[in-house]
């Protein structure tokens, strides 16, 4: 079954520590995005990547970082410049037509303590 | 700039009608669409509409687009209690390969 998958579903990190947030896709899309969800603020796109080795910052990429070392693959490291890391993180890919439609993971619910 | 606004909250009761509306300001866009998300899920994309067009219809679905207010609406008929989500309005324009979401209306429907 062709898909995105994001793991793990929750996350636990002390505060301080790097967390890294995987996504998988085999859909054979060349764009993938990050977004961050918290309550009442909507996704707001945190880097994206429309081609193997190369990445754009969306919105909000202070205190984060990616790699888009195979076309499968964006994942997503938070790291200790994140000042407020607790949320549900996304990732989602598409094709790079006008009209697309993007396929989203479950999510992954990080809770920095 | 792209900007897509949305309210934050919808109630309704079961078998009534919702509607939920939206709100873009970038007069290009090429798509819009409608997406649902279920608790502690991603999301699914329902409908879309192409900009050159004024309605869309899909069984319990109507997307009504108003291109001179540049406002963006789903009707949802006969509302169940499935239907509770929250709902994201998101546009994407011609030789941008991004998709700009709103906030998301969280629809509550009332048994």
């Known amino acids: 079954d062709g898909g995105i998958t994001q793991s793990p579903k929750y996350l636990f990190r002390k505060e301080g520590q790097n967390v890294t947030l995987s996504c998988e896709q085999n859909l054979n899309h060349d764009a993938m995005y990050w977004y961050r969800q918290d309550p009442g603020q909507g996704l707001r796109l945190i880097y994206y990547s429309q081609i193997v080795n190369d990445f754009q910052k969306g919105d909000i990429a202070e205190g984060y970082s990616v790699s888009r070392e195979k076309k499968e693959s964006f994942p997503l490291t938070v790291t200790s410049a994140q000042k407020n890391p607790t949320a549900f993180y996304l990732c989602?890919?598409?094709?790079?037509?006008?009209?697309?439609?993007?396929?989203f993971g479950q999510g992954t619910r990080l809770t920095v303590v | 700039g792209e900007d897509v606004e949305q309210s934050l909250f919808l109630s309704v009761r079961e078998g009534d009608s919702s509607v939920i509306n939206c709100t873009y300001t970038d007069s290009s866009s090429t798509y819009l669409y409608w997406y649902k998300q279920e608790p502690g899920a991603g999301l699914q994309l329902l409908t879309y509409i192409f900009s050159n067009m004024d309605m869309k219809q899909d069984q319990r679905l109507t997307v009504l687009l108003n291109k001179k207010d540049k406002h963006l609406s789903l009707r949802i008929a006969d509302t169940q209690t499935g239907d509770s989500a929250i709902y994201f309005c998101a546009e994407s324009i011609e030789g941008y390969q991004k998709v700009t979401f709103g906030i998301g209306t969280k629809l509550q429907v009332i048994p």
């Open positions: 989602a890919s598409s094709t790079l037509d006008t009209n697309t439609e993007a396929f």
